[in-house]
């Protein structure tokens, strides 16, 4: 529980940052914003904040308390998410993201009706609304109230609706700019409040010994949390099938979460420029590298510290004990920054797709202020929707991580097969593209209860191979659009300063090294 002086540390947390958010959105911009100013920070953020900005909207309650759960449950092999979406970062800025900055896009659905037609635009809209109202928005906000009833037992609704409160209060009026700048500080606390709460939970598993001595007590009490591929015998084998992980779906869900969701790839949007745009990618791709450390680790020193928990979830508010007072608000801060921070990303995505993609093909002829206006309107009503289905939809589950990808892999197969066949295959047809999102939902479904022994991870890749095929066949059965001529993946220019290949080539070698040694 949190005491005096924790709840004073949090306190002055919380109003540095709404000053901030508020001065950066006053200073900004004077008199009323267009759309680009609220949902694209006026094509203006540096790399600094683009990297910080992608980490903080990446590292949400679903990830820290999610994965610290499945750390708890699964051990170090759930890092694979992680340490594989380095890579997967530094693929995007290399060669998806050229494509997206030169067709001057503000949503993903709208490069995908510019590729296609309304048809797909309109369809792949509406389930990322779906997607982000009902099962990221709600997880965020129902792990970030589970987060404040552990560490200070206010009731879990009411935690719930401080963080929405907080949330809309820094980024309601700014829009993306005020969330990404405040980001910073956001990552800053969030890496340096993980780090110390992972060194005291070795400290004390060591009792003082020293942060080496506890990470050797870990691997040698329990060796099995630190197997990085997994066995076909091990009991947590369906969610990360050994070595089908690294050359498998996982390729699937990352290519599809880092490089086509509204939610990440809408900081690299804002970019001043394509360079300023990749030096973020490659820059969160480092900082990708040491959240295991923060997310992961607690929760299997939690299986020494804390072996009775009742459900996974509750391992990282319960490691938060371990702290003294004043650093356990820090720490209490940090937590709250990563799911404010996600909050205030996801509705601002929410906004942006809504007024962008739907309600401006309605009425497209109003003004930018009042496009703004539906915006921000938009952000509250998402979040009172997710306030209103958050229990009922999640408060079942022991790990809610697993539960967010088991949903969400239902359809990444199809919309990144829809992206994929898009940008490296002309001749692909907008009939093609919506086969594929069809298909996914149903080839997923047939798997999960038609083969269930079939592992998720290798569900996802098969899956996304049959997406292929179907929009190739549907493709070349059909007629080529007109919309089918505007994107050629020939004509982008993929030449990247030497900066960062040098930088990427430096983020592979890490993970081999890894890799190598968790073997």
Not at 352 to 365: A, G, H, Q, R, V
């Amino acid at each position: 529980m949190l005491d005096t002086l924790d709840f004073t540390v949090f306190i002055t947390y919380v109003i540095v940052l709404l000053c901030i958010a508020l001065w950066i959105s006053r200073n900004d911009h004077k008199g009323d914003r267009n759309t680009e100013d609220y949902f694209l920070a006026s094509k203006s953020l540096p790399w600094w904040a683009i990297g910080a900005s992608l980490i903080a909207a990446n590292i949400s309650a679903e990830q820290i308390i999610g994965m610290s759960g499945s750390g708890y449950a699964i051990g170090l092999a759930i890092a694979s998410y992680e340490w594989m979406g380095a890579i997967t970062l530094v693929l995007v800025g290399k060669y998806l993201l050229p494509i997206f900055l030169k067709n001057k896009i503000f949503t993903m659905p709208q490069y995908l009706e510019q590729r296609f037609d309304g048809r797909v635009k309109t369809t792949l809209a509406l389930f990322w609304l779906v997607v982000f109202v009902f099962v990221n928005l709600t997880s965020i906000l129902w792990l970030g109230g589970l987060a404040i009833q552990t560490v200070t037992g206010i009731d879990w609704m009411v935690g719930m609706i401080f963080l929405a409160i907080f949330s809309v209060a820094y980024s309601l009026y700014g829009g993306l700019k005020a969330v990404a700048f405040t980001d910073i500080i956001q990552v800053v606390l969030l890496v340096f409040g993980g780090l110390f709460l992972s060194y005291l939970a070795l400290t004390q598993v060591s009792n003082g010994e020293g942060l080496f001595a506890g990470f050797n007590i870990l691997t040698e009490k329990a060796p099995d949390h630190f197997d990085m591929i997994l066995s076909s015998d091990n009991p947590n084998y369906m969610s990360l099938p050994g070595i089908s992980v690294l050359i498998g779906g996982l390729w699937v869900m990352n290519i599809g979460y880092w490089g086509f969701n509204q939610y990440i790839i809408q900081r690299a949007l804002a970019a001043k420029s394509i360079q300023e745009a990749q030096k973020g990618i490659v820059f969160a791709a480092y900082l990708k590298l040491i959240m295991p450390f923060i997310v992961v680790l607690p929760g299997i020193a939690a299986i020494i510290l804390f072996p009775t928990l009742t459900k996974p979830d509750q391992a990282y508010p319960s490691m938060m004990g371990l702290m003294p007072s004043g650093i356990k608000g820090l720490v209490f801060a940090a937590l709250v920054a990563a799911i404010v921070s996600s909050l205030a990303s996801m509705t601002n995505s929410i906004s942006t797709i809504f007024t962008m993609d739907l309600y401006k093909s309605i009425k497209p002829n109003k003004s930018q202020n009042h496009y703004v206006g539906v915006g921000r309107i938009t952000t509250v009503v998402a979040l009172i929707l997710a306030l209103i289905t958050a229990q009922p939809l999640l408060g079942k589950f022991d790990q809610a991580f697993q539960y967010i990808q088991e949903f969400t892999g239902l359809f990444s197969p199809g919309i990144t097969a829809i992206f994929i066949m898009g940008m490296f295959w002309k001749r692909t047809t907008s009939t093609g593209a919506l086969a594929a999102a069809i298909s996914s939902a149903i080839f997923s479904l047939a798997f999960k209860f038609l083969w269930p022994e079939l592992p998720f991870m290798d569900r996802i890749g098969l899956v996304f191979i049959l997406c292929i095929l179907m929009s190739m066949l549907v493709s070349l059965m059909g007629k080529p659009s007109d919309q089918d001529t505007s994107v050629n993946i020939d004509t982008i220019n993929f030449s990247t300063e030497k900066s960062f290949n040098i930088a990427a080539m430096g983020c592979v070698i890490i993970l081999v090294i890894i890799y190598g040694t968790w073997w």
